[in-house]
Structures are given as C-alpha cells and as structure tokens.
C-alpha cells in the first residue's frame, strides 16, 4: 500500500511541475520542449518533459522524437563534458577525478544534512 502512496506522489509531482512549465514552454514550442529537456536543471528530463508534451496536444511520436532526441543529446554532452574533464585532470595525476567526485559527494551529504538541520530549526 505504501508503495502506491508513493508513486501517486511521484506523478502528483510530476503534473504538478508539467503544469508549472507548460505555459513558458507552450510559448516556444517544440524548441522550448527539446531545450527542457536537454538543460540539466531540477525536475527537468525525459520524464516530465513527456509529461509536458501530452499537456501541448503533441502527437505522440513527435512527442517521443522531441523527448528523445533531447535525451540522447544531453546524455552526448555529458558524456564529451566528462570525458574532457576526466582527460585534463589526468594531468594532475591519475586518480585526480576521484578525488573530484569525493568533494562533490562530500558536498551533496553535507548540502542535504545542512538543509535538514535548517528545516528542524524553522519547525521550533
């Protein structure tokens, strides 16, 4: 039973940031959904941007087309992005990009606890 409650708050989520963005993106098309969907930002991605595209009345495989292309070319970009982040920092020595990663890590866990801490405080 817990695991419907939180897929009905996934998709809640979900319609709730498609409804959020469907007016700016309507307003552009299918140029402001391919860039959606490309553009690494929170709650951006395939998932809500099909979500978005149903909400425009897209046909279904223009949809896709749209939502898939942009997909494959973000998944391109990082993967050329990482590949010469990873080249340039070998010149600094061979695990350099493993360090890299531990402070990024290292901040997410302390960004998330913080953040935690700060919300207890605001509820007192």
């Given amino acids: 039973i817990s695991t419907f409650k939180r ?16 007016k700016p993106i309507q307003k552009y098309g299918i140029v402001g959904l391919f ?11 395939p998932i809500v941007g099909a979500a978005i595209g149903y ?9 896709l087309l749209v939502v898939l292309s942009g997909t494959n070319i973000a998944i391109l970009c990082w993967a050329y992005l990482l590949e ?6 070998k010149y600094f020595g ?3 990009m493993w360090v890299l990663l531990s402070v990024f890590v290292s901040l997410a866990i302390f960004g998330t606890f913080f953040a935690k801490l700060k919300s207890k405080k605001g509820e007192k």
Avoid at 55 to 63: A, T
Wanted: glycine share 2%; no cysteine; aromatic share 22%.
């Fill in 94 to 96: 061979q695990n350099t």
């Fill in 7 to 22: 897929t009905e708050q996934f998709f809640a989520s979900i319609y709730q940031v498609a409804q959020k963005y469907e």
């Fill in 55 to 63: 909400f425009m009345h897209l046909k279904v495989w223009l949809n």
């Fill in 35 to 45: 860039a959606f969907v490309w553009l690494p930002f929170w709650m951006t991605g």
């Fill in 84 to 89: 010469s982040l990873d080249s340039q920092l």
